[in-house]
Each structure stands twice: as structure tokens, then as C-alpha cells.
């Protein structure tokens, strides 16, 4: 929710107080698939390793429940794919909205010409990008 965030622009005229912009964009869906994916996962597992060691004679007795096991896993697996693939898209996309020249394309003072602007620093998003390939 990237239109929460707000940065101080300054006027650079005759007003001294700043002016407040805010980013542009949303791309809290695909965080939030991928995360509650995750948990759903984390807890599909504890529930499965619980049936595994404390119910191993159900587990052995009952057909349908290693086959039922198995698909659920396999779906599991699909949608991990998919949330991972989304939320790499978001985050592509949160690297776009963030970019230091984006945001310096936003701000109106500096378009003129006789005005340089630059950013101080650039965002770190190392962290970030483990968060995909986890």
C-alpha cells in the first residue's frame, strides 16, 4: 500500500514550506497471498506431521488418507509456485514505484531546467529479493 507512504517535496519558490506527496500504487495483494499461503502451509504441515507420528496406524490402515495427503501437498505446491510468482511481480513493481528517478520524475520542481535534482541515496532491496527466492 505503497499510497500510504508520504516524502517531503520541496517548492523551491517563494513558499518555504514543503509539500507532501504521496507514492503511487497498491501491490499488497500479492504480499499477502504469498504470506497467507505461508501459514497455511506452516500449519497444513504441523497438522500432517502430528497425523504422520501420532496416528501412524490410521495413517497405514486408511487408503484414501495417503491419497488425500498427497493431493493436498500437490496443491500446495502449485499455489506456493503461483504466490511466489506473484509476489516477485510485486515487488518488481514496488522497485518501479520506488525508483529514486521515478520519484524525481513525480516531483514538479524539478522539470524545470535550470533545476538539478538527485537523489541522496538509493533503496536497499536485498532483503527483499530473499524474500522471493525463499
Known amino acids: 500500500r505503497l499510497y500510504q507512504i508520504s516524502f517531503e517535496m520541496p ?42 507420528l501420532r496416528f501412524h496406524s490410521l495413517y497405514t490402515e486408511n487408503t484414501k488418507l495417503p491419497f488425500t495427503d498427497f493431493c493436498v501437498t500437490v496443491c ?20 518501479a514505484a520506488t525508483r529514486p528517478s521515478t520519484l524525481i520524475s513525480a516531483i514538479g520542481v524539478c522539470q524545470d531546467e535550470e533545476v538539478t535534482c538527485n537523489a541522496g541515496t538509493t533503496p536497499a532491496m536485498g532483503l527483499a529479493n530473499i524474500s522471493v527466492v525463499r
Open 11 to 52: 517548492t523551491c519558490g517563494k513558499e518555504s514550506e514543503a509539500r507532501t506527496l504521496y507514492l503511487v500504487g497498491d501491490f499488497s495483494a500479492p504480499a499477502e497471498f504469498f504470506v497467507t499461503l505461508g501459514v497455511f502451509s506452516f500449519l497444513y504441515s504441523m497438522a500432517a506431521l502430528v497425523l504422520y
Open 76 to 95: 500446495f505446491a502449485f499455489f506456493w509456485l503461483v504466490a511466489a510468482a506473484a509476489w516477485g511481480k510485486g515487488l518488481s513493481d514496488v522497485k
